[in-house]
């Protein structure tokens, strides 16, 4: 069975740009979370998405922001790229009722120059 | 609020020797605690994870920890490291009833020969 995918893989882009990033969850799965992780903050919850709804949100600026879609596939984009964004941003499905589920993707890595 | 605390950002063992990483978390409810390992340009694979029930844990790859609630720690053990075990590991907890993991600062295992 397929794992979770996040493309691309890797992404450069300019300052105040914006970006969108994909995460396509293991078949079956309902349940999208997106975190960012860097070496100075770590990992960090950004958001998570259930039936296309928004059940949980991170804090993080309004430049952030994420939707579902009908077949649980997941997009984030985040306008106005800062340098402080640079960062690996992974994407985790699970079932959906469990929390104990989570199956991570490899991640995007976002350099913003 | 939850927070997990992993002590030592860098542990270094010999090959054949005892790995030992701690974690120790705080959460008003009881928890679900995870251990996951990131390779180098990877995601977070699950090791392990305690939701209830037995309170020593056995994952993948030789790993196993113990949920002790009067300590509240969940400390990662291996018996006999080996070279490929060198990675980064995280400890994070889940509470609350919420989908969103809080993850310990990682801990960096170097394994030498």
């Known amino acids: 069975k397929a794992g979770v995918t996040q493309t691309p893989r890797y992404l450069i882009k300019t300052r105040g740009q914006q970006v969108t990033l994909s995460c396509s969850p293991i078949?079956?799965?309902?349940?999208v979370s997106w975190y960012q992780q860097t070496p100075g903050q770590g990992l960090q919850f950004l958001f998570e998405?259930?039936?296309?709804?928004?059940?949980n949100k991170g804090n993080f600026p309004g430049r952030f922001s994420g939707r579902q879609f009908s077949n649980s596939r997941s997009e984030m984009n985040v306008s106005t790229l800062e340098l402080g964004d640079s960062a690996l941003y992974l994407c985790?499905?699970?079932?959906?009722?469990?929390?104990?589920?989570?199956?991570f993707g490899s991640g995007t890595r976002l350099t913003v120059v | 609020a939850q927070s997990v605390t992993q002590l030592g950002s860098h542990v270094s063992v010999s090959e054949g020797a005892l790995v030992l990483l701690r974690c120790n978390y705080s959460?008003?409810?009881?928890?679900?605690l995870f251990w996951y390992v990131q390779y180098p340009n990877q995601g977070l694979q699950l090791l392990l994870k305690y939701t209830t029930g037995a309170t020593l844990v056995k994952g993948i790859n030789g790993f196993e920890a113990e949920f002790k609630k009067s300590e509240t720690s969940f400390h990662l053990t291996k018996p006999s490291a080996h070279m490929s075990d060198a990675a980064e590991y995280f400890c994070?907890?889940?509470?609350?009833?919420?989908?969103?993991?809080?993850f310990g600062a990682g801990t960096r295992l170097a394994v030498h020969p």
């Open positions: 078949s079956g799965h309902r349940s």
């Open positions: 998405y259930f039936s296309e709804t928004q059940r």
């Open positions: 959460s008003s409810v009881p928890p679900y």
């Open positions: 985790a499905s699970t079932p959906g009722g469990n929390p104990a589920g989570y199956t």
């Open positions: 994070a907890v889940i509470s609350g009833g919420y989908n969103k993991l809080i």
